[in-house]
Nanobody, 114 residues
Framework: QVQLVESGGGLVQTGGSLRLSCAAS????????MAWYRQAPGKQRELVAQ???????NYADSVKGRFTISKNNAKNRVYLQMNSLRPEDTAVYYC????????WGQGTQVTVSS
């Protein structure tokens, strides 16, 4: 099992920036996909961005050009840089690991005020 701990959420005004961090520990498989999902009140959880162990990235259309996912393999950390934030980005953001199995973090709240 892999333990994931998110940090970096908070309250920000429209147009602002936040950087989320996810620290991974445990039985991390060398071939994996790390991702950020989000879930807004009353909505389904959705994929925001993902990065493979080879460094390939993929983004939801709604965040392309504004969010950037990256990772530090030495530190087992994944980041989500969020710029030009909008009220519709308000959600709980979850770190996700997919290797031999799938694990989730506890989530971190991001609130964007208008």
């Amino acid at each position: 099992q892999v333990q994931l701990v998110e940090s970096g959420g908070g309250l920000v005004q429209t147009g602002g920036s936040l950087r989320l961090s996810c620290a991974a520990s445990g039985n991390i498989f060398s071939i994996n996909v790390m991702a950020w999902y989000r879930q807004a009140p009353g909505k389904q959880r959705e994929l925001v961005a993902q990065i493979t162990s080879g460094g390939f990235t993929n983004y939801a259309d709604s965040v392309k050009g504004r969010f950037t996912i990256s990772k530090n393999n030495a530190k087992n950390r994944v980041y989500l840089q969020m710029n030009s934030l909008r009220p519709e980005d308000t959600a709980v953001y979850y770190c996700n690991y997919r290797g031999v199995h799938t694990d989730w973090g506890q989530g971190t709240q991001v609130t964007v005020s208008s």
